[in-house]
């Protein structure tokens, strides 16, 4: 017995981590794990969905740069699925991660250590989970009074690149933030090295903080403050709720 998983990636800390959750789980039911990108690609999401149509026994699939319908429509009927941090609108089944939550509690956070000019990089503008960690950064600005603006936003695409290249934009700002909420640690990471590399102490001179704890982030120097959420066990109720289906 098969299950297939298609996630937007499968390279990096993250997807790793959801990968082997789902592994150790259908490793324990007797299920076989076939593994497939989408390269964030919503043509390519539905391409694959397809090649998988009777060489699966069910399917998990992340990919919150598409549409919960278009999804559906690209399912073989009856296929047993799941869906991980895909946008509202499924009669699925579905988990997701608090993303504007997450990101509401960790500006908080900084808001309350004093921080008053702030920058976040924000992930890909396609991206549910981007998206719904913006929001949560412009619910906390908006509680503490200020305006939706009041942080500067960078982009950057979830990759470690464009968190360096973020990290050498803020540090050109005039003045400069003295906190940095990057909406996952992979860019979080790009931007401390971008630091260290200019001599910039975190978080003496600026604050840096991440979403996901990834396991590499502890071991960041200094360690990465960061929105915790157990992406393994993300992983492992998957499977779970797939197993059920």
């Not at 076939?34 to 992340?62: K, P």
């Not at 808001?111 to 913006?134: I, K, Q, T, Y």
Request: no cysteine; net charge neutral.
């Amino acid at each position: 017995s098969t299950v297939g998983v298609v996630l937007p990636d499968i390279w990096g800390e993250y997807f790793s981590e959801v990968i082997r959750g789902i592994d150790l789980t259908a490793r324990q039911a007797g299920y076989h794990v076939l593994v497939s990108s989408s390269h964030s690609d919503v043509a390519e999401t539905r391409d694959v969905l397809r090649a998988m149509h009777g060489r699966v026994d069910g399917v998990v699939v992340m990919s919150p740069h598409a549409s919960p319908r278009s999804l559906e429509g690209a399912l073989p009927p009856g296929l047993p699925a799941v869906l991980l941090n895909a946008a509202p609108g499924t009669s699925l089944p579905a988990l997701s991660v608090d993303n504007r939550g997450g990101a509401r509690a960790m500006v908080g956070h900084l808001l309350a250590r004093g921080h008053r000019r702030l920058a976040f990089v924000a992930g890909p503008p396609s991206n549910w989970d981007a998206a719904e960690r913006r929001r949560g950064l412009r619910d906390a600005l908006r509680t503490a009074g200020l305006p939706p603006d009041g942080a500067v936003e960078v982009e950057g695409d979830f990759g470690e690149e464009s968190g360096e290249a973020a990290g050498r934009r803020i540090l050109a700002l005039s003045p400069r933030p003295t906190a940095v909420f990057a909406a996952n640690d992979s860019m979080a990471l790009g931007v401390l090295f971008a630091l260290r590399r200019a001599r910039v102490r975190v978080p003496q001179e600026i604050a840096v903080a991440g979403f996901d704890d990834v396991p590499i982030a502890r071991y960041a120097s200094p360690p990465l403050s960061t929105v915790r959420h157990d992406i393994r066990s993300l992983g492992e109720r998957a499977l779970g709720r797939l197993l059920d289906a």
